[in-house]
């Protein structure tokens, strides 16, 4: 399963973001109960020809036979979205495969972000079609403009019917095209999306990434993100607390909180951050950490007392990523972002003020239609002030169907220009120095990208750099920082060594959550019933598989 970060970051710090790591995952023997629980007939037929035209052997349909190669651009919802995918075929018998030329479906789960985001997606749809693959789309390419021409004649899961993902493959595989578009609703009202219990494949066993809700309350000019996404629907805080609780009980020791805006939480079903923040801190064990995801400045100001107090928390990093776009408030009007730049100075220098040692990550854009010169010094100032210690550099790119698309745009060589100086304004600092002898608790949780060190990080989400000693993996490390670099410091473990979390990590590609009583309680069948279903759906699959070939 092949994760690709593309978050719209223009400058990353490496293993900041997870854009290259590939999961093998095994086929697992049990089937999620409501992908079978509305079947009444199981149809094998002797011969089928896919997308591309080629004849399939007998037997093509049987779960556990063929294998699904998962491919993911964009962010942390995406990727949580591409576990609960992979979850659901690995549970139902699919085997998952990061070698493409060996799978016989490509699931791909799409960014709309950026242009270069939508072409990688395209290219790989005219690899898997030049390779004779069936291919599922997902994610909010798909999502947000589906009569697309290079769309035509592919199946498409939407980002709410993540759920149903067992069904369109399946339906793939016989050679029909499926669209499955439509918004989860409960009274009239959107919800979330699909259960957030339902089973998943993490990419790293120590790390759940919870998305909280979808959408968002923004409507930004030159976002197309909003048309897959669509309007704030926020996941009960009860729902998001038992998920929490179930990772810890898996094994995992850090949890990220993501969607399109995490500070419009609740606005939609009479509850706020804060109230959910208190209620997850509250199930977190000792060791173990939460990650708060993105928040846009309108949705933070009201909550800034409360939101220092959590991020004072020992389990919750005191890291928040505050897109400000520009430092040019005609800029952020023409955006239509819905606050000015002095908002945004003062969320961070409250919430600095605040928890000593926060990290605040932020977002630019450069040559958006409307900047000039004098708008993109105000940028420049804004960044030299803070000196941001990650800074996501991004040139403006229209979208097509929003607003920003229709405006003239500002030649493309001045932004490149543009794009340079900031970038070498970022460069220009190192953020990390005055650690240097500094002894800190580190979070260990991942493989650095060049496989040379574990990756772990301090109270403020600071990537921290240690040798590879298996022992040190998914623990809470005492080290003292011997180096730092622009991106990361290096780190020399000291003896004190705290195995952090309630369990045993799953073990890599093992499926989340099958067990739990929450899950169970959602079947319309009772807990037997599931397993002897599949059971014999399979026997009889492989008979007439067996018999179909006299």
């Known amino acids: 399963m092949d994760f690709v970060g593309n978050s719209g970051s223009g400058i990353e710090a490496p293993c900041m973001e997870i854009d290259d790591i590939e999961d093998l995952i095994s086929a697992q023997d049990i089937t999620p109960k409501e992908r079978y629980s509305s079947r009444k007939n199981v149809i094998v037929r002797a011969r089928k020809k896919n997308q591309a035209g080629n004849e399939k052997a007998v037997g093509e349909n049987i779960p556990g036979v063929q294998s699904v190669y998962v491919k993911t651009w964009g962010c942390a919802h995406n990727n949580s979205d591409s576990e609960y995918m992979a979850g659901q075929l690995s549970a139902y018998g699919y085997k998952l495969t990061e070698d493409k030329s060996e799978a016989d479906v490509w699931l791909l789960n799409s960014c709309t972000v950026k242009n270069p985001a939508e072409d990688h997606f395209r290219n790989e749809i005219e690899s898997a079609k030049k390779m004779g693959k069936y291919v599922v789309l997902a994610g909010c390419v798909p999502q947000g403009a589906p009569k697309s021409s290079f769309l035509h004649g592919l199946s498409i899961i939407g980002v709410q019917q993540i759920d149903r993902v067992v069904e369109v493959v399946e339906e793939t595989l016989k050679g029909n095209t499926v669209k499955l578009l439509g918004t989860?609703?409960?009274?009239?009202?959107?919800?979330?999306?699909?259960?957030?219990?339902?089973?998943?494949?993490?990419?790293?066993?120590?790390?759940?990434?919870?998305?909280i809700n979808t959408g968002c309350l923004n409507q930004c000019t030159y976002c197309k993100t909003k048309h897959a996404r669509g309007d704030l629907g926020s996941y009960p805080p009860e729902e998001i607390v038992a998920r929490a609780k179930q990772a810890f009980e898996e094994g995992v020791v850090e949890i990220w909180l993501t969607s399109e805006d995490t500070g419009t939480y609740g606005r939609d079903i009479g509850t706020s951050l804060p109230e959910l923040l208190w209620k997850l801190v509250e199930v977190i064990p000792e060791g173990c950490r939460l990650r708060l995801g993105m928040t846009n400045p309108p949705y933070i100001l009201?909550?800034?007392?409360?939101?220092?107090?959590?991020?004072?928390?020992?389990?919750?990093?005191?890291?928040?990523?505050?897109?400000?776009?520009?430092?040019?408030?005609?800029?952020?009007?023409?955006?239509?972002?819905?606050?000015?730049r002095a908002d945004f100075e003062h969320v961070v220098e409250f919430l600095q003020k605040k928890v000593p040692g926060m990290t605040i990550a932020t977002d630019i854009i450069c040559g958006f239609p409307t900047e000039t010169e004098e708008n993109f010094e105000d940028t420049m100032a804004l960044c030299a002030k803070y000196k941001f210690p990650s800074l996501f550099i991004n040139q403006f790119f229209p979208r097509p169907g929003?607003?920003?698309?229709?405006?003239?745009?500002?030649?493309?060589?001045?932004?490149?220009?543009?794009t340079k100086r900031l970038t070498e304004l970022f460069y220009s600092y190192e953020p990390y120095g005055h650690n240097v002898g500094v002894i800190q608790d580190v979070l260990v949780t991942e493989i650095s990208h060049d496989k040379k060190h574990y990756v772990g990080h301090n109270r403020f989400y600071e990537q921290v750099l240690i040798p590879m000693r298996s022992e040190l993996m998914g623990k809470l490390v005492k080290v003292q920082i011997k180096s730092a670099t622009k991106f990361s410091m290096i780190g020399e473990p000291l003896n004190e060594v705290v195995m952090p979390g309630l369990a045993k990590p799953l073990e890599k590609g093992a499926v989340s959550g099958l067990n739990t009583d929450v899950y169970l309680e959602e079947s319309d069948n009772k807990i037997w019933l599931p397993l002897v279903l599949i059971l014999v759906s399979i026997i009889i699959r492989l008979l007439f598989a067996f018999f179909g070939t006299f």
């Open 402 to 418: 929003t607003p920003a698309a229709l405006m003239t745009r500002v030649d493309p060589q001045e932004v490149k220009k543009r």
């Open 184 to 211: 989860k609703k409960e009274n009239g009202r959107k919800i979330g999306g699909a259960s957030l219990l339902l089973p998943k494949v993490r990419r790293n066993p120590l790390i759940e990434i919870i998305a």
């Open 302 to 340: 009201e909550h800034l007392e409360e939101i220092a107090k959590i991020m004072h928390h020992p389990r919750v990093y005191g890291f928040l990523h505050v897109p400000v776009q520009s430092g040019s408030d005609q800029v952020l009007a023409d955006m239509k972002r819905e606050y000015c």
